[in-house]
């Protein structure tokens, strides 16, 4: 099922937004169309502007997010001179690439260097989980840091958010949203439903949410859109849609500023599009390239958002699933990271680089490997890694990426950096600049209120 979190909101007669979204099965679709001020179109005003070269490189992004933070120092910045109570267990290995190494864990990976860069020098100051991924993931710092907050309404949007809004006048031919997130919420601790900030469009509006695929792609029983039922029902759905265009007509009713009826023309045009559930239809690739990538949430949500990039989708995040194999890893990070994380990391990366190369989608993709923040440099009394927002590597590759490169490095421990330090804002505004939105844009909070959507600099020593 796909659903769109977000507060129960009433209109001015009492009646929940999600009540009047409820077709078909469906809880929500991402929005577009809100008549906002046509100037505000990041994409335009970039061109006019005069960006470099690299500004819009990026016909699509893919977001692998690793939830609960991969050590850095045993993934992508070994430290191999360290003493062992830094180095760990795992030992580097050379890539493709002369002088980058990696863990010895990461085998396929290796062979693909030449596709990738490293940002070895990415820091910030919050060990939280909560607010180190609001700040990941939107660029900008949360209002409360100091806190363990959950979603709220005051949060800055998420990149889907951006694309979301940004792309608001220009519907995908497929019926799909602009931003789709796929595990998603997997970012829920269901004991306590805390839903994390850092995944939803907070102050531009919960119409800008992206599309939530919650079931895991690779359940044998994968179908995030209903089944349709009869041609009938399907009319007494139109029926429905045109009773709400008479309503909208009416003053009282659209002053609410509701728009019913477009959103259940959005999830009308979801709901019977042919290609949408074509795109959705994992079982449609061929059995050894899905088993090529992994049999697993991350491994086949990989394949997904590359079949979902094909449809149209401008930007697709993938979660790491949250169950008991994530990467919050404050015992036992070695046996864990051996197995099973590092190999389905492996796997499902380096498959979906392979693959996005062999169709010549690469070179319009942008694909970004990042977590909330690192692990600490000294290994704990439980043979694990603390939380440790000192120092981090994010991966970015494809479109506009200058691949085999190492930006910024880090001290002799992986605790800070020591060249070229690199912001959430900086990994923000590189996103946005390959995408042809303008970082330093002011958007539009339903409100009135301007939102500037980064306080960095796109990364230029790795843009080509």
Not at 217 to 231: G, H, I, K, M, V
Not at 251 to 257: E, L, Q, R, T
Request: some cysteine.
């Amino acid at each position: 099922m796909i659903t769109i979190p977000g507060r129960v909101n009433k209109n001015c007669e009492g009646i929940t937004r999600r009540d009047w979204l409820r077709i078909g099965g469906l809880s929500g679709i991402g929005g577009v169309g809100l008549s906002l001020a046509d100037q505000l179109s990041a994409r335009a005003s970039g061109f006019q502007s005069g960006q470099r070269p690299s500004f819009g490189r990026a016909k699509s992004c893919i977001v692998l997010f690793m939830f609960g933070a991969p050590a850095h120092q045993d993934t992508w910045d070994m430290k191999p001179d360290a003493p062992s109570d830094v180095r760990g267990e795992f030992r580097p290995i050379d890539t493709n690439v002369s002088g980058i190494q990696i863990c010895e864990h990461l085998p396929r990976l290796a062979q693909l260097a030449k596709h990738y860069s490293l940002v070895r020098s990415v820091t910030h100051p919050d060990n939280t989980h909560t607010v180190a991924m609001h700040y990941m993931l939107t660029g900008m710092r949360h209002k409360r840091p100091t806190t363990n907050p959950q979603n709220a309404p005051d949060d800055f949007p998420c990149f889907g958010a951006v694309v979301n809004y940004d792309r608001r006048q220009r519907r995908s031919e497929s019926g799909l949203p602009a931003a789709i997130t796929l595990n998603g919420p997997a970012n829920q601790v269901s004991a306590n439903d805390h839903i994390f900030p850092g995944f939803f469009a907070g102050s531009l509006g919960n119409r800008f949410n992206p599309m939530f695929v919650s079931q895991h792609a690779n359940q044998p029983d994968f179908r995030p859109l209903p089944l349709l039922d009869s041609p009938q029902s399907l009319v007494r759905r139109k029926g429905l849609l045109d009773q709400l265009a008479i309503f909208a007509d009416k003053p009282h009713v659209a002053a609410g500023g509701t728009n019913f009826d477009e959103y259940h023309l959005q999830a009308m045009q979801l709901l019977t599009s042919s290609a949408a559930r074509q795109a959705l239809d994992i079982s449609l690739e061929d059995a050894l390239l899905r088993e090529r990538y992994g049999n697993t949430p991350f491994g086949q949500g990989c394949l997904l958002s590359r079949r979902l990039i094909e449809a149209g989708v401008p930007l697709v995040t993938v979660n790491w699933e949250r169950d008991d194999a994530f990467w919050d890893t404050h015992s036992e990070n070695f046996k864990q990271h051996k197995f099973p994380l590092l190999p389905n990391l492996d796997r499902g990366f380096s498959a979906l680089l392979e693959d996005l190369a062999s169709r010549n989608l690469l070179d319009e993709t942008l694909v970004v490997c990042l977590s909330e923040f690192g692990r600490t440099p000294k290994i704990n009394s439980n043979a694990g890694r603390d939380h440790w927002a000192g120092c981090n590597t994010v991966v970015f590759a494809g479109a506009g990426i200058e691949g085999g490169k190492v930006y910024g490095a880090s001290d002799h421990e992986a605790a800070w950096p020591t060249e070229d330090p690199v912001r959430p804002g900086d990994l923000a505004a590189t996103i946005y600049h390959l995408l042809g939105i303008d970082p330093h844009v002011a958007l539009q909070t339903p409100e009135g209120r301007p939102l500037y959507l980064t306080n960095g600099e796109p990364i230029w020593g790795l843009l080509g």
